[in-house]
């Protein structure tokens, strides 16, 4: 490497390579691995099976989410299998020593939330969990992935793991955001142009002044929905942005570690004249606020545009009009308009402070849409301590909404959030595949904006007229 010009990821992986084998994948070293109830009880079973431990229990972090109801958390869990997983992801982790922050713990939420509002998720570390948008914590400069049941077994037992290295790519957006134009479009936008399959097998890292300018929950937004291309992961060089984020969080090193922590992190950028396998360029004058109309998260447009015919989509016909027959729609429809039912904001894409402030800022002196059920679920208990506390709670509540406790929800209908069949929801989440939050229903990515002006106004609206 010495010489050469390396990038962030480079840099980050190379640091974490325990062995190098000819011809097949590395070894590397995993600083951090989050566990949730879903995808954990498999492994530890296998643990078990094989009579080995856990080799790092200070690096595994478990957290309730999936599973979790969102009101009357105080009372037992009704559903059958989803109180047995959070048995068991509590037992578990008491067996092995593990820090576990179950229902109704001060510090529960999404995984993907508390990791970075907590300290743990730093820059330059490789982090993994046992889920698909781990690539969230790619936000703060770290190699982070999701992983499947039987490496989860393999990091509880060695902290290591085995990847071939991905290709390199970088995603560049300069310019200035418009008025009313989020993170979250500029991810819907990224994945409307490079498709859901653009990224498969790249690591890619997001570059230009959009992202430096862009707030830490912003870049959070970005890294996650990654995976929606088919990246392995997103990352974002850490810089002032992201060191400011973190200072005084509670796991955060503090003191001496912190001066050393942080002369280590601010080297964690990609040099000047290093190579990517692939690069894209896009203005942010040419990003408008964004809604999806179809069954995957690349079919998203600007919101004021008309429903796309099949030939000016990639993809046989056949399938284009299977989607728009789930979703109810035809070609050339206006989205502008469109009747719908419910609204979801929340998840590890859009679940955390500035995403509820956002919405507020457009619920503020207005009142719900009588047509619209709205679910308006924090990311933590932190995240919801700050709802109350800015005043937030507040607004919601004159506007005749309701705040829920925190978790995935309605997401992924893993739990007793769904939306019912042939019902619209315009949802903050990451996913509108065909029946995700519940079978059935037609789900609308958009951002907390568009959400807010939908619950207000009981259709799909520009919420740059409500600004
Ligand atoms: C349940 C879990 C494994 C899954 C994932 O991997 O992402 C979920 O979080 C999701 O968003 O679909
Ligand atoms: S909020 Fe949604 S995307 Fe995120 S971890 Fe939960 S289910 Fe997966």
């Known amino acids: 490497m010495s010489n050469q010009a390396s990038t962030l990821f480079d840099k ?16 590397f070293f995993i600083d951090r691995h989050f566990i949730h109830e879903v995808t954990s009880p498999v492994a530890f ?12 229990p200070e690096r595994t972090f478990a957290t309730a989410d999936h599973n979790t109801p969102t009101i ?26 593990i820090s576990h922050w179950g229902l109704g713990h001060a510090r529960n939420g999404i995984v993907h939330v508390v990791g970075p509002e907590n300290g743990i998720t730093l820059p330059g570390m490789t982090i993994v969990c046992g889920d ?13 992935f999701g992983i499947g049941t039987s490496e989860v077994e393999m990091v509880l037992s060695s902290q290591c793991i085995m990847q071939p290295k991905p290709k390199k790519m970088r995603v560049n957006v300069n310019g200035k955001l418009g008025k009313g134009v989020t993170p979250k479009d500029v991810t819907l936008y990224i994945i409307s142009k490079l498709t859901t399959a653009g990224a498969t097998g790249y690591f890619v890292e997001y570059a230009g002044d959009v992202f430096e300018n862009m707030s830490m929950e912003g870049r ?16 974002i060089a850490p810089d002032e942005t992201t060191f400011a984020y973190i200072n005084g969080r509670e796991q955060a090193p503090k003191g001496e570690k912190w001066d050393k922590a942080l ?7 990609t040099d000047e004249g290093a190579v990517f396998d692939k690069e894209y360029n896009f203005d942010a004058a040419d990003i408008e606020p964004m809604i999806t109309y179809g069954t995957n998260p690349g079919m998203g447009q600007g919101i004021t545009r008309a429903i796309p015919t099949s030939d000016q989509v990639e ?30 904001i929340g998840s590890c894409t859009n679940g955390r402070i500035e995403d509820f402030r956002a919405f507020a800022s457009i619920v503020k002196g207005r009142k719900k849409a009588d047509n619209v059920t709205a679910w308006i679920v924090p990311g933590s208990h932190i995240v919801e301590a700050q709802i109350k506390e800015e005043g937030i709670l507040d607004i919601l509540t004159e506007a005749g909404f309701e705040l829920r ?16 069949a042939g019902k619209y929801a315009v949802s903050t989440s990451n996913r509108n595949f065909e029946g995700r939050q519940g079978p059935g229903a037609r789900t609308l990515l958009a951002s907390p904006l568009v959400a807010a002006a939908a619950a207000v106004t009981g259709v799909v609206t520009d919420p740059r007229t409500l600004l």
């Not at 980050?12 to 070894?27: L, Q, T, Y």
């Not at 978790?407 to 939306?419: F, H, T």
């Open 12 to 27: 980050v992986w190379d640091a974490h390579v325990v062995r190098k084998i000819e011809d097949g994948p590395d070894v």
């Open 45 to 56: 079973l296998g643990l078990e099976t094989r009579g080995i431990g856990v080799m790092y």
């Open 72 to 97: 009357n958390q105080h009372l037992p869990v009704q559903d059958p299998l989803s109180a047995n997983q959070l048995k068991a992801l509590e037992a578990n982790a008491a067996k092995y020593g």
């Open 132 to 144: 698909s948008h781990t690539s969230t914590h790619g936000a703060f400069g770290a190699i982070a």
């Open 220 to 235: 959070m937004t970005v890294c996650n929905m990654s995976i929606e291309m088919g990246a392995r992961g997103g990352m």
């Open 263 to 269: 002369a280590y992190w601010k080297t964690l950028k």
């Open 315 to 344: 993809g046989g016909k056949a399938t284009y009009d299977k989607s728009l027959n789930y979703m109810g729609f035809h070609e050339n429809e206006n989205m502008l308009g469109k009747k719908i039912d419910y609204v979801f």
């Open 405 to 420: 406790q925190p978790g995935c929800s309605a997401c992924l209908a893993m739990n007793d959030d769904k939306i019912p």
